[in-house]
């Protein structure tokens, strides 16, 4: 089991920028993907980044690339989600998660973080 804690989250204005973390604990970290998702008010949880176990593969969604970068630390068992020119839209509670895999137009995790809050204000 991995336990996953969030961090960084805030409130910011548009434009603005902020970098969120994710440490993680209980099994060897270097052995599997994380993934960044997030959730806004009255929304379904939606995809955001994800990145291989290496670091070496990163995949985002369309409304994030070009703004969002995900990244690994495995020697700090932690990754992190630095977000650029942030829009209101981007609004939303984020959650990290291990080992996401897409199904389609679905996405299945191991384990989840408890989320951080991130405000963009216009």
């Known amino acids: 089991q991995v336990e996953l804690v969030e961090s960084g989250g805030g409130l910011v204005q548009a434009g603005g920028s902020l970098r969120l973390s994710c440490a993680a604990s209980?099994?060897?970290?270097?052995?599997?993907?994380m993934g960044w998702f997030r959730q806004a008010p009255g929304k379904e949880r939606e995809f955001v980044a994800t990145i291989s176990w290496s670091g070496g593969r990163t995949y985002y969604a369309d409304s994030v690339k070009g703004r969002f970068t995900i990244s690994r630390d495995n020697a700090k068992n932690t990754v992190y989600l630095q977000m650029n020119s942030l829009k209101p839209e981007d609004t939303a509670v984020y959650y990290c998660a291990t080992e996401p895999a897409n199904y389609g137009s679905s996405w299945r995790v191991g384990s989840w973080g408890q989320g951080t809050q991130v405000t963009v204000s216009s």
């Open positions: 209980g099994r060897t970290f270097s052995s599997y993907g």
